[in-house]
Nanobody
């Protein structure tokens, strides 16, 4: 079992930045592929980015490429999402997810474990 806890969400003006964190416990962190998804009201959960076990491969949705950066610190069992140049359309609940298969998958069903989510609101 893996327990994930996100933090760092909040209210920010368009053009601003936020850094989300996701702390993991319950299993050796460095065997997990990690990802961030987001879900806005009335919409499906959407892939944002994924990072492999050792952090040398990443994958981004086109909508965030060049603005968001995913990273991980295996010594701290934490994955991060640095979000710059935020837009109103980035407003969502952001979830981190863990994948035992280290697949860098973009579909939510590929991830076995999920955090509770953290709200990001970008005002225009």
């Amino acid at each position: 079992q893996v327990h994930l806890v996100e933090s760092g969400g909040g209210l920010v003006q368009a053009g601003g930045s936020l850094r989300l964190s996701c702390a993991a416990s319950g299993r050796t962190f460095n065997i997990l592929g990690m990802a961030w998804f987001r879900q806005a009201p009335g919409k499906e959960r959407e892939f944002v980015t994924a990072i492999n076990r050792i952090g040398d491969h990443t994958h981004y949705a086109d909508s965030v490429k060049g603005r968001f950066t995913v990273s991980r610190d295996n010594a701290r069992n934490t994955v991060y999402l640095q979000m710059n140049s935020l837009k109103a359309e980035d407003t969502s609940v952001y979830y981190c997810a863990a994948d035992l298969r280290n697949s860098l998958a973009t579909t939510p069903t590929s991830y076995e474990f999920w955090g509770q989510g953290t709200q990001v609101t970008v005002s225009s």
